[in-house]
């Protein structure tokens, strides 16, 4: 019998931090990679996020990492068990309320989303867990129970880094918790290449141009997946799912135990009053006040259905050409696209440009304020879709075009109201779960809040473990060939973030004309305790 997935969220504040650093720090050392995702008290300026250059886009990523903070720091690792069903994982998932110590800037649409998403600031400001951004200010960040020490044990760990459109989250995390963000966006990419050195995974390229799902923000992402999973395994193929197992909290530490319930999908049969901005984009201007349905659930079935029909009337063109003694043509752009998205997105490759224009202007007239750390809103700008990535990106096809016009509007309006937004009631068939729930105390703390940074750093890590199964399925052949510490992970999303609003993500790598920041070299010698 097929049961809900429920999630068990350790939650760190100050007075436990202490107790549960042994537990974090061999969870961190034992996983096979480690998600991670930001609660941010702000992004400033959003037009300037979505600069056509990438090195302005940088500039204005760093002048908000350095006026703002991040408020909590969900960490989820995942560690793959070779002595059981292949694709089994243990996962320990951590939430971390955090308080910086400096001065720094909090926006009002933040503070409104988190509040209505169950934040509590009260518990922040009384409880969190204090830090100092930037360069190390006279404290040692290798020795004692302090955020940035945790931040130089993951480093050490030198796990795959996986995060969902992680540009921002990457610049808060180095900003915050390791040093002051160098000045130019090649000497950042160096830095990171050389901190993470497994490499670093964006779920929301992965989902783009790996999986082709027909939308990618992170609840949409990981409700599919998870859906597709569980169909799977009740078809009773043989190609290999992704199981998921939890640790048993008894005793004291029971009681900071956040459960995160993900209930069976129920039948949507009938149901047509979806908002097709939020299917869309995964936003919505109206938020809670818009008539129509933002259920995602509901979204992910109807696209399904969208999608089969859509495959039956292009075979039914096919076959009509046939019959004429035509040669069958290429598949529209759209062939893919589920019909109540086509509105938002090009409708014809001839038509590109207009289409475009027609679409900025009509995400212009729609914007609205909600902002997180996966996405960013105040005005939904839409940006510039053309190729020009300086120097650091790669070519993909037209379908990445495709994907990247539409989701530049969804990624500005709101790594909150996007990415993670409301109750996750995912999905039908049979999986393997360990339970951790069981009582009545579980129920009623499962009930408190839906939105939290270590249950999306879940969701983050999930979608990687999936896509990971997914392409070593369909790769079987290269699966000598890529693998790391015994692992196949996705070697062709290998250090590759997500832009919003571009064909190609950014790479990161070192090159042959740029240098690692000072910073980053002095802590890369206390890091590893020895001269780089």
Known sequence: ????????????????????????????????????????????????????????RYKAICHAARSRSILSLGIACFKKQDLKVADTYLVQVYNLTLLCSEEYIIEPQSVQFLVQHGFDFNKQYAHGISYCKGNNKGGSDNQGVHIRALFTELLRARKPLVLHNGLIDIAFLYQCFYAHLPERLATFTADLSEMFPAGVYDTKYVTEFELRLSASYLEYAFKKCKLDNSR?????????????????????????????????????EGQTDICERFSAFGWC??????????????????????????????????????????????????????????????????????????????????????????????????????????????????????????????????????????????????EKFSDPSAGLDAQKKADAGTHRAGFDAFMTGYIFAYSCTFVQKDRVAAEDKNKEDGQLWLPSCLNKVYLSGKEAPLNVVKSTFSKSSKAHTQKMEMVWERKM
């Not at 042994?22 to 959003?46: C, H, Q, W, Y």
């Not at 004291?252 to 956040?258: E, F, L, N, R, T």
Request: include cysteine; proline fraction near 3%.
């Open 1 to 56: 019998m097929a049961s809900s997935l429920v999630v068990p969220v350790i939650d760190v504040q100050n007075d436990n931090f202490k107790e549960l650093w042994p537990a974090m720090v061999v969870a961190i050392k034992t996983s096979s990679f480690i998600a991670l995702d930001t609660e941010l008290s702000g992004l400033g300026n959003r037009k300037a996020l979505l600069a056509e250059s990438i090195e302005d």
């Open 232 to 268: 799977s395994l009740t078809s009773g193929g043989t190609a290999h799912h992704v199981h998921v197992e939890f640790c048993k909290y008894a005793g004291p530490m029971s009681s900071y135990v956040d459960f995160r319930v993900c209930p069976l999908v129920a039948s949507s």
């Open 285 to 430: 201007q109206n938020g809670s006040q818009c008539p129509l349905s933002h259920d995602t659930d509901l979204i992910i079935l109807q696209d399904e259905r969208s999608k089969d029909d859509k495959r039956k009337k292009r075979k039914r063109r096919r076959e009509k050409k046939r019959g004429h003694g035509e040669e069958a043509e290429g598949s529209s752009m759209l062939d893919r696209a589920p019909e109540n998205k086509i509105p938002h997105m090009e409708v014809d490759q001839d038509e590109r440009a207009d289409e475009q224009q027609t679409m900025t202007v009509d995400l212009a007239s729609q914007s609205g304020p909600v902002m997180d750390s996966d996405g960013n809103a105040q005005q939904n700008e839409v940006g510039d879709t053309e190729t020009a990535h300086e120097g650091n990106g790669v070519s993909e096809d037209n379908t990445g075009a495709r994907h990247s016009v539409r989701n530049a509007g969804e990624e500005t309006n709101g790594k909150m109201n996007t990415d993670k937004s409301e109750e996750n009631k995912v999905v039908e068939g049979k």
